[in-house]
C-alpha cells in the first residue's frame, strides 16, 4: 500500500493507522490540514472491500473537511476517520472504546463526529476513553427543536438550502412544487432531506441498499422506489447522491438526465476531471463540500456555545456561498468544483494571513 505518493495524498499532515485485535477494530485515522486550527471531521465505518478502498476514502474525505471548514469559514481544520467493518454487524461497545483510545492518543490534533456508520450513541461510546469526540451535546438545535448533538438534521436542511439555491439558478424558479428528485441515499440525512423536499412540494424516487429505509421514504413521505442502477439515471430534474462517494464518473455522467446534482454525499466525483464532464453536459453541478456543510457548521457552533440562531444563519448562507459559485462559474467558463476550490483557498488564505498578522503584531508588542 502506497502513502506518499498515493494520488489521493496532498501532504496530508498526519495519517495514522489503528488494529486492536482483541476487537477486530481496524481503522485509520487522516488529519490533512490543521493550520485553521484542529481538525474536524466524522468517524466512517464501512465495510470496505479492500484497505487500499478505506485509505482512498479517508485521504479524499480529510482533504474535503479542510475545504469545506474553510469554505464555511469556520476555524477547523481536515481531518476524517474510518472503521473498516460492517456497522450493522461488526460494531461493538468494546470496538468503540478501542477506538476512542487511539483517538486520545492523537492528543486533540483530530476530533470525531459521526458520519456514515456511526451514531450519536457510538460517539457517547468513544468518549468513554477519549474528550475528542463532539456533536453530542445536548441542547436546542438551529431548528428550535431539542438535539442530542447529532449533525444529520443541520446537514440535511443546508443541503435543501443549496438545492434550492440550484434550482432558482439553473430553472429560474423559487419553488419547490412538482419538481422531481431522485435521491440515492435515504439514511440519517437523505431521509431528512427528502421530508425538506416533500413539504415543499417535490415528487420523490428513493433508492437505499437497506430496504427498510427505502420502505420508510414510501410509506412516510409517499416516493417512489428505484433500483440501484437507475437512480441516478432517472428522467428527474434534480439527482441528489446521499451515500458514498465517486458516483459521478465515466460510466454514470453520459447517463444522467437531471439538469441538477445536488446530494449530501462527500467526493461525489470520482476524478477531478468530471468536474468539466458535468458542465460539458450542461449540468449544474453544486460541489459536496460546499452545500453540506451544515452538519459541521452545527458540530463547531456545539464547541462554541452558539444560540440557535446564529447556527441557522450560518447554515442558510450556504444557499449565498452556492450562488456566488455559481455566478463565478457562469462569468469565467469554468466548472463550479474547480470555483469551489478557487473560493476555498481563497478564505482559507485570507484567514492564515489574519493570523500571521496577529501573530506578529503580539510578538512585536512583547
Not at 490543521?34 to 480529510?62: H, I, K, N, Q, W
Not at 492528543?107 to 456511526?118: C, F, K, L, R, V
Request: aromatic share 6%; glycine share 10%; hydrophobic share 40%.
Amino acid at each position: 500500500m502506497n502513502v506518499f505518493s498515493h494520488p489521493e495524498f496532498d501532504n496530508h499532515e498526519q495519517l495514522s493507522f489503528f488494529c486492536d485485535p482483541e476487537t477486530g477494530l481496524k481503522a485509520i485515522v487522516a488529519i490533512h490540514n490543521t493550520s485553521r486550527g484542529p481538525a474536524l471531521g466524522g468517524c466512517r465505518m464501512f465495510p470496505y472491500a479492500t484497505d487500499e478502498e478505506a485509505l482512498r476514502d479517508v485521504l479524499r474525505l480529510s482533504k474535503g473537511m479542510t475545504y469545506k471548514s474553510a469554505l464555511a469559514n469556520l476555524d477547523l481544520g481536515g481531518g476524517k476517520s474510518v472503521i473498516i467493518g460492517d456497522p450493522r454487524k461488526d460494531k461493538t461497545e468494546a470496538l468503540l472504546e478501542a477506538m476512542g483510545r487511539h483517538l486520545e492518543g492523537l492528543g486533540g490534533q483530530y476530533i470525531a463526529a459521526e458520519d456514515s456508520g456511526t451514531s450519536v450513541p457510538d460517539l457517547h461510546v468513544m468518549g468513554r476513553r477519549t474528550q475528542h469526540v463532539a456533536g453530542i451535546a445536548e441542547r436546542i438545535g438551529f431548528d428550535g427543536n431539542p438535539s442530542n448533538g447529532d449533525p444529520s438534521p443541520a446537514t440535511a436542511y443546508g443541503t435543501f438550502i443549496g438545492l434550492k439555491a440550484a434550482v432558482q439558478h439553473k430553472l429560474g424558479r423559487d419553488d419547490l412544487n412538482g419538481l422531481k428528485v431522485a435521491i440515492q441515499g435515504i439514511g440519517n440525512v437523505g431521509f431528512r432531506l427528502a421530508r425538506h423536499l416533500k413539504e415543499a412540494g417535490a415528487q420523490l424516487w428513493v433508492y437505499d441498499i437497506f430496504a427498510d429505509n427505502m420502505q420508510r421514504a414510501v410509506d412516510e413521505l409517499g416516493a417512489t422506489p428505484a433500483t440501484a442502477e437507475d437512480i441516478l439515471t432517472l428522467p428527474v430534474d434534480v439527482v441528489a447522491p446521499c451515500a458514498m462517494g465517486a458516483v459521478l464518473n465515466d460510466t454514470s455522467i453520459p447517463k444522467l438526465k437531471a439538469g441538477i446534482v445536488a446530494g449530501a454525499a462527500n467526493n461525489l466525483l470520482e476524478h477531478p476531471e468530471h468536474d468539466q464532464a458535468l458542465k460539458d453536459r450542461g449540468i449544474l453541478y453544486a460541489p459536496d463540500f460546499a452545500i453540506n456543510a451544515g452538519g459541521i457548521i452545527d458540530v463547531f457552533y456545539e464547541r462554541t456555545g452558539a444560540s440557535p440562531e446564529t447556527v441557522r444563519e450560518h447554515v442558510d448562507a450556504i444557499g449565498d456561498t452556492l450562488k456566488e459559485i455559481f455566478t463565478r462559474s457562469d462569468r469565467s467558463g469554468r466548472p463550479t468544483g474547480a470555483i469551489a476550490n478557487e473560493l476555498a483557498e481563497e478564505r482559507f488564505r485570507k484567514h492564515v494571513a489574519k493570523v500571521n498578522t496577529a501573530t506578529e503584531r503580539l510578538a512585536r508588542a512583547g
